[in-house]
T-cell receptor, first 113, second 111 residues
Framework: KQEVTQIPAALSVPEGENLVLNCSFTDSAIYNLQWFRQDPGKGLTSLLLIQSSQREQTSGRLNASLDKSSGRSTLYIAASQPGDSATYLC????????????FGKGTKLTVNP | SQTIHQWPATLVQPVGSPLSLECTVEGTSNPNLYWYRQAAGRGLQLLFYSVGIGQISSEVPQNLSASRPQDWQFILSSKKLLLSDSGFYLC??????????FGQGTRLTVV
């Protein structure tokens, strides 16, 4: 059974700092991995999707990497801003084209001005 | 472009009352559709998913059911709500193995 863990559960940083959020998964046979952002009381916003054959994806100040063999992904946020404050979730889709996404519990990020 | 609509945004219902939450998707055909529940400290729990009209897979035994009467429509229902059904319900869609997109969620409080 696939399990996804995100560490730390919460993170507080000053504005401008570069930071890394971690995601680990127990079964390396994944099809893809997706990072989401969730603002309080809102739905999930997709940030980045990494296919299993890819090592990283970039969008603006965000860079996500994937090391499938070790069961790890990181989300790097450069020059953090107060508007980046949110909960960040990662989810993996099982290999073989499974319809299911398995989520971690998320990292709650607070960027202080 | 594709859009997903979910309503209502908030709902307060008494114990024992029925429930119907609706989710619709525009701009895509034959999407996979999902219902998730998010409870504090427990993360996102997959409740149901559907790969086509009338095709529903249930992930956990519970007081809820789902239906997909149209390709673009996914409904979450209950005949009698329990206190434990309270939570934040999220609908999502994706093509078979690609990126997943979520609605804005429904906050359900059972009192």
């Amino acid at each position: 059974k696939q399990e996804v863990t995100q560490i730390p559960a919460a993170l507080s940083v000053p504005e401008g700092e570069n930071l890394v959020l971690n995601c680990s998964f127990t079964d390396s046979a994944i099809y893809n991995l997706q990072w989401f952002r969730q603002d309080p009381g809102k739905g999930l916003t997709s940030l980045l999707l990494i296919q299993s054959s890819q090592r990283e994806q970039t969008s603006g100040r965000l860079n996500a990497s994937l090391d499938k063999s070790s069961g790890r992904s990181t989300l790097y946020i450069a020059a953090s801003q107060p508007g980046d404050s949110a909960t960040y979730l990662c989810a993996v889709r099982k290999g073989g084209g499974s319809e299911k996404l398995v989520f971690g519990k998320g990292t709650k990020l607070t960027v202080n001005p | 472009s594709q859009t997903i609509h979910q309503w209502p945004a908030t709902l307060v219902q008494p114990v024992g009352s029925p429930l119907s939450l609706e989710c619709t998707v525009e701009g895509t055909s034959n999407p996979n559709l999902y219902w998730y529940r998010q409870a504090a400290g427990r993360g996102l729990q997959l409740l149901f998913y559907s790969v086509g009209i009338g095709q529903i897979s249930s992930e956990v035994p519970q007081n809820l059911s789902a239906s997909r009467p149209q390709d673009w429509q996914f409904i979450l229902s209950s005949k009698k709500l329990l206190l434990s059904d309270s939570g934040f319900y999220l609908c999502a869609w994706s093509t078979t193995v690609a990126e997943a997109f979520f609605g804005q969620g429904t906050r359900l409080t059972v009192v």
